[in-house]
């Protein structure tokens, strides 16, 4: 009988070239913003801010996936009857296309009610996005757009929302 201690042999079975290669491909471009281009502050009576910014991945630098990963303050103060929320839109577009929503809606982060006291969090949406076959080749634009929002017919409030850091990791 063998002895069982010795029956592998270094290169045979297993091999290792396709498990590094696994791993290799597990790597990924990332793209890192934390500058203030779609905060956006509202105050007072009825109204909306709204700020955009766009970020880009050349054309041929993605080959499966993009994650955008979005962490954002909401600060918000409703007084006099008003209320206040902050909204956040993700859009995509092949490079200098027209943008499609990636949301039939804004997405809402936080919402304040009539008269309530202030209130501030961070939060962070995920969202793992499949580029098209011209998105890929072509490039890829991530528009991102926060907004302020107040309303009431006497008063209104305070809706601020900040970026903290937007993430794009794409492989």
Known sequence: M?????TF???TGIQSSPVNT???????????????DFDASQSGAAGT???NHTLSIAGGAMYRYVKIAVTVKSELN????GSARTTLKIETAENGGSFTSRFNQDILFLSQGTDDPSV???KTIVFYYDPTAGEISNGLDV?????GIT?????GGTADITNIQTVLEYI
Do not use: R
Request: hydrophobic share 25%; glycine share 12%; proline share 2%.
């Open 143 to 147: 528009k991102l757009t926060g907004s």
């Open 151 to 155: 309303s009431g017919a006497s008063g």
């Open 120 to 122: 501030d969090d961070v």
């Open 2 to 6: 063998a002895d069982p201690t010795n």
């Open 78 to 81: 409703a007084f006099d009857s």
């Open 49 to 51: 801010t709204s700020n």
């Open 9 to 11: 042999v270094s290169g």
């Open 22 to 36: 696994n791993f290799n491909e597990s790597t990924a471009d990332i793209q890192i913003y934390t500058g203030s």
